[in-house]
Each structure stands twice: as structure tokens, then as C-alpha cells.
């Protein structure tokens, strides 16, 4: 099982961007230590012919998917698969005693009939998907810190929720005005042969897609309204920039209290997040930027006050795969074991 007081674990979908982030962050990290690597269609290969720059560090080589072999070596699981495969894996790991993290969307909505409206297929785990935990670990900490089966934000989530959760919970908003434009770059789309994620194709270009029906809008919609106490809706608007990584969402919402200034929110805000290690409230006049949270687990919120159109705009900064997906995997995977949010995530990025 590795080294003494380290928690074997496992990734399924160890090939993709998300895997591989995984197996650099778990590399490092004290409490954990990755005993397997699943994908059926890269097994048998060694972990490092996908990703070469891993020769001599990674020694582990790609297995076929057995979920019997997987839950007797691992006590944790992350799921990095495309949507529609975790829900056939995680009850058998689960019933298993795993303690399962799925980076997909199968497992982040209360309500299945919303995840089969938007993401289609049939689903026969709803007793399982009825205990799965939303892993967003700043708005949900202490059920993350009990749970068995974590479903990990989206990534356009996150950083749309962390600029939006202070001004719902505290009533600051008219709900229904808040509007998302959010850009990603091209990792976001995972690492497949798309025409559209070609370099000759998006280099020097920037466009919209998903326009009023992208899929994260009924995730956002879900946590919103509990955030809210009511059920809301808000426009959200994905777009795609010729970088690697990174995400930057700009949120725009009428303030319920005109009299309200940029210095009020950056102090409610500060509050609300005052025992989130991830979440960092800049100061006034300061709007962040990608290229600071690339390679770091960090979310940068900046916040401004117009005062002749009684919005707020709150600017909200994440790389993408880290506090997107595999960072929060793990900060939730933290949680889930007792240890301290931080262990293992890095905290500083590479700049510039």
C-alpha cells in the first residue's frame, strides 16, 4: 500500500488534462500517494509514453478498468471521465468503501431529471446520486468534511459561484439580474482532436458558445437558488480565448441597496471568505488576472461599484484545471480525510 500513514489512491481517466494534473498535485502531496492509473484505452501503456515529460518521475503504467482491483488497493477515487461513465463506477466503489470524487457532472445535481434534461442518458443510481455532496469546499465545507461521494464543481462554476455566493447569501442583489460573461481557454475542452481547439483555428480569435444553453447554466441555477432560498435563474455566457489555461468570469448584478460602496462589498466579501485559505478578496481599484492563479489553487476576486447604473461587478480569476477541477478535487479530498484544506496545493503561480 506504499508508504506508512499515506492514503493509497486511485485516478480512473488518468489520461486526460484533468489526470494529469491530478498525478502532479498528488505527487507532492504528504497524505496521498497515487497506487493507480486507470483508462481502458490507454492500458497497458506507461503513464509517462502519454505524457513523456513524466519519464522518470511517474512509474506507473495505465490499467484496464476493474472496479474489484481498484477499491481492494485504494481508499480514494477520483473519477476523471467524460460525463455519463462515473454513475456506472461510483456504486460499486462506494458500496466497496472508497471514498469516491468525481470531476464530472454526474453526481453535482439534487435533482436527476435536471442532469438528464441537460446531459441526457438514464440514470439507475438515484439512491447513491441522492448522498453525493456538491464540492464546491467554500460554500459547502462541513457536508464535504462527512462525505462518502463528492460531485466537484464545474470549473466555469466555481468561478462564477465564488463572485456570486456573498451577494446572495446576504440578500445584496436583485437575483434575477445577475448576469455571467465568463472566458476560458482552450484547455477547458479537455485534450481531444476538436477542429474548434486547434491553434490554426483559435489563435487569434474569441467567440461565444453555448449561448443560453451551455451546460454549467442549471449548475450555477441549482446553487444559486440555495444560495438565494428561492429558485432563480441567470444568464450565463461562455466564451472561448487563444490561451492555455485559466478562466476569468465578470458578473454583473442591480445591488438591492444603492447606497451600497465598493469598500462595503470588498468587506463583506472579505468576511464571507475569511476562513477560505483559496479565496483571495483584492483590493479596491485591483482586478485580477488570469496569469495570477495559473498553476495555484487560487481564486482572485476583484469588485467594483457603478454608481450611475447601481451594479456591482465582480471580476473572478482560476486556472481552469487546478480550482476548476483536479486543485478542488483534491482540496475536497483534503476535507473528506481530516487534513488541512491546504495540504498538497500549490499556493504561489509561475509568472509571469
Not at 146 to 151: E, F, I, K, R
Not at 161 to 183: F, H, N, R, S
Request: charged share 20%; net charge negative.
Amino acid at each position: 500500500m506504499g508508504d506508512v500513514g499515506r492514503v493509497p489512491v486511485g485516478i480512473i481517466g488518468a489520461s486526460g488534462y484533468g489526470g494529469v494534473q491530478l498525478v502532479r498535485l498528488l505527487a507532492d502531496h504528504p497524505g496521498a500517494e497515487v497506487v493507480y492509473l486507470g483508462g481502458d484505452s490507454s492500458a497497458g501503456k506507461p503513464f509517462s509514453s502519454l505524457y513523456p515529460h513524466l519519464t522518470n518521475c511517474i512509474d506507473l503504467t495505465v490499467e484496464a478498468i476493474d472496479l474489484d482491483k481498484i477499491a481492494a488497493k485504494c481508499e480514494v477515487v477520483f473519477l476523471s471521465l467524460p460525463n455519463g461513465l462515473a454513475c456506472n463506477m461510483a456504486p460499486t466503489l462506494i458500496e466497496k468503501g472508497c471514498k469516491v470524487l468525481d470531476l464530472s457532472a454526474d453526481y453535482r445535481f439534487e435533482n436527476l431529471e435536471t442532469y438528464k434534461a441537460w446531459y441526457g442518458g438514464e440514470r439507475s443510481d438515484s439512491e447513491l446520486a441522492a448522498t453525493a455532496v456538491y464540492g464546491l469546499p467554500e460554500l459547502y465545507r462541513d457536508r464535504i468534511k462527512d462525505a462518502q461521494l463528492v460531485g466537484c464543481a464545474g470549473c466555469y462554476v466555481t468561478a462564477s459561484l465564488l463572485a456570486l455566493a456573498p451577494l446572495l447569501k446576504q440578500g445584496l442583489i436583485v437575483p434575477e439580474t445577475a448576469i455571467i460573461d465568463a472566458k476560458s481557454g482552450t484547455s477547458g475542452g479537455g485534450r481531444k482532436a476538436e477542429i474548434n481547439l486547434l491553434l490554426a483555428e483559435a489563435e487569434g480569435s474569441l467567440g461565444a458558445y453555448g449561448v443560453g444553453r451551455h451546460r454549467h447554466t442549471p449548475e450555477i441555477e441549482q446553487i444559486c437558488s440555495d444560495l438565494a432560498g428561492h429558485d432563480i435563474k441567470v444568464q450565463f455566457t461562455p466564451h472561448l480565448i487563444p490561451m492555455v489555461r485559466g478562466i476569468l468570469a465578470t458578473v454583473y448584478a442591480t445591488l438591492r441597496d444603492p447606497g451600497l460602496v465598493r469598500e462595503d462589498l470588498i468587506t463583506i466579501f472579505s468576511a464571507f471568505y475569511r476562513n477560505s485559505p483559496w479565496v483571495k478578496v483584492l483590493p479596491a481599484g485591483v482586478y485580477p488576472q488570469t496569469k495570477w492563479a495559473c498553476g495555484t489553487n487560487l481564486c482572485y476576486i476583484g469588485i467594483e461599484v457603478d454608481p450611475r447604473t447601481d451594479r456591482v461587478i465582480v471580476l473572478s480569476a482560476i486556472d481552469n484545471l487546478i480550482k476548476g477541477q483536479a486543485g478542488q478535487g483534491i482540496q475536497c479530498m483534503n476535507l473528506m480525510m481530516g487534513w488541512e484544506e491546504t495540504l498538497g496545493l500549490p499556493q504561489l503561480a509561475f509568472y509571469p
